[in-house]
């Protein structure tokens, strides 16, 4: 079983009082990076629970010294990130109603933000986005709501770069996307431009 999966399993059985869903809770940021007037990539940001991210310290913190060294951030992006790649990075982008099948992740790096881990890296747009012209949007989730992942606001997802005046994103909830027998509706981030 790939290290993620453990690590969630891990939380799922962990002895408290009545667990429920979600186990682990992400809030997600995204820069929808811009070059030559069309989006190039998302530079996204996972911010893990203070639990969770206490679990991913204790079991990647090799020389206990309370910070993730160069090598045990290669060692947590071989085991409790690089699975994720199955499903999209749990980020679910489209142009138009084409689904964006995205390249190998790149830039991933793992930071401390007060008490929690953050993960961050780009995904590359297989070729660049005019949203003048296609419909762009993506959303963040994983299928089972073990892990609850959200916009925690209107201002989680930015724009920067050429051309990204005049756009903006917009976020709302994604009927089309929800998870969990239905229960549970993600939210979408849609490019609109003037």
């Given at each position: 079983?790939?290290?993620?999966?453990?690590?969630?399993?891990?939380?799922?059985?962990?002895?408290?009082?009545?667990?429920a869903h979600p186990h682990v809770m992400?809030?997600?940021?995204?820069?929808?990076?811009?070059?030559?007037?069309?989006?190039?990539?998302?530079?996204?940001?996972?911010?893990?629970?203070?639990?969770?991210?206490?679990?991913?310290?204790?079991d990647f913190d090799a020389d206990k010294?309370?910070?993730?060294?160069?090598?045990?951030?290669?060692?947590?992006?071989?085991?409790?990130?690089?699975?994720?790649?199955?499903?999209?990075?749990?980020?679910?982008?489209?142009?138009?109603?084409?689904?964006?099948?995205?390249?190998?992740?790149?830039?991933?790096?793992?930071?401390?933000?007060?008490?929690?881990?953050?993960?961050?890296?780009?995904?590359?747009?297989?070729?660049?986005?005019?949203?003048?012209?296609?419909?762009?949007?993506?959303?963040?989730?994983?299928?089972?709501?073990?892990?609850?992942?959200?916009?925690?606001?209107?201002?989680?997802?930015?724009?920067?770069?050429?051309?990204?005046?005049?756009?903006?994103?917009?976020?709302?909830?994604?009927?089309?996307?929800?998870?969990?027998?239905?229960?549970?509706?993600?939210?979408?981030a849609t490019i609109t431009c003037d």
């Amino acid at each position: 079983m790939k290290r993620f999966a453990v690590l969630v399993l891990t939380a799922l059985t962990a002895p408290t009082a009545a667990m429920a869903h979600p186990h682990v809770m992400v809030d997600v940021h995204a820069l929808v990076e811009f070059k030559d007037g069309k989006a190039v990539s998302l530079f996204m940001g996972w911010t893990f629970d203070p639990v969770f991210s206490s679990s991913l310290l204790a079991d990647f913190d090799a020389d206990k010294n309370g910070r993730l060294d160069p090598g045990e951030v290669k060692a947590l992006e071989a085991e409790a990130f690089r699975d994720t790649r199955e499903q999209s990075h749990f980020t679910y982008a489209r142009i138009g109603d084409t689904p964006v099948k995205w390249p190998d992740v790149t830039n991933f790096k793992v930071m401390a933000v007060k008490d929690s881990l953050l993960y961050a890296f780009r995904l590359n747009f297989p070729q660049p986005v005019d949203p003048r012209k296609a419909a762009l949007s993506f959303t963040t989730y994983e299928e089972t709501f073990y892990i609850d992942m959200d916009f925690p606001n209107d201002k989680a997802v930015s724009l920067t770069g050429e051309g990204s005046q005049g756009c903006k994103a917009v976020i709302a909830p994604d009927p089309a996307s929800a998870i969990y027998g239905g229960a549970v509706i993600p939210k979408r981030a849609t490019i609109t431009c003037d």
